[in-house]
């Protein structure tokens, strides 16, 4: 992946975590109940998850596979020390252009939505992959 590409994902997320600490921590927990979270077992999106269950949120986590194990194990194991309720979502690859619907139900009850996720394989078209645009 071009370096562009990387740190314009990169920008995109220090953006998520400062309106998340921002927004989310100036809400209370009656006004803000279920957050979604897209991209929920990847490094900094985890540690999103981890901090709102903490703080009593539920979370709907998007994954591309939550049949496998091996990729949300970490996942799996924050509820234990949180009072918040986790919910596990299978909606695949954001680079798979079959996305229309796959959001329709973990967006269902949810009060704000945090997007963490990026394409696994982008799909180039000729030109240079742009990690804003592209996704």
Same mark, same amino acid.
């Given at each position: 992946?071009?370096?562009?590409? &990387? #740190?314009? /994902? +990169?920008?995109? &997320?220090? &953006? =998520?975590?400062?309106?998340?600490q921002?927004? &989310?921590?100036?809400? !209370?927990?009656?006004?803000i109940?279920? @957050? =979604?979270? !897209? %991209?929920? /077992?990847?490094?900094?999106?985890? $540690?999103?998850?981890?901090?709102? +269950?903490?703080?009593?949120y539920?979370?709907?986590?998007?994954?591309? *596979?939550?049949? /496998? #194990?091996? !990729?949300?194990? $970490? =996942?799996?194991?924050?509820? /234990?020390?949180?009072? %918040?309720? +986790?919910?596990?979502? !299978?909606?695949?690859?954001?680079?798979?252009s079959?996305l229309?619907?796959?959001?329709?139900?973990?967006? @269902?009850?949810?009060?704000?939505v945090i997007?963490?996720?990026?394409? +696994? *394989?982008?799909? =180039?078209?000729?030109?240079e992959?742009?990690?804003?645009?592209?996704?």
């Amino acid at each position: 992946m071009p370096m562009l590409a &990387i #740190i314009n /994902n +990169l920008f995109i &997320i220090v &953006i =998520l975590l400062q309106v998340t600490q921002t927004s &989310i921590a100036m809400a !209370s927990p009656t006004s803000i109940k279920t @957050v =979604l979270v !897209s %991209g929920a /077992n990847g490094y900094l999106a985890s $540690h999103i998850v981890k901090q709102l +269950l903490e703080k009593q949120y539920n979370v709907h986590a998007c994954v591309r *596979n939550k049949d /496998n #194990i091996s !990729s949300i194990s $970490h =996942l799996l194991k924050i509820p /234990n020390d949180s009072t %918040g309720k +986790l919910t596990l979502f !299978s909606t695949g690859d954001l680079g798979d252009s079959s996305l229309v619907g796959r959001y329709d139900t973990p967006l @269902v009850g949810c009060d704000a939505v945090i997007h963490a996720a990026s394409p +696994l *394989n982008p799909k =180039l078209k000729g030109g240079e992959y742009d990690g804003i645009r592209d996704m």
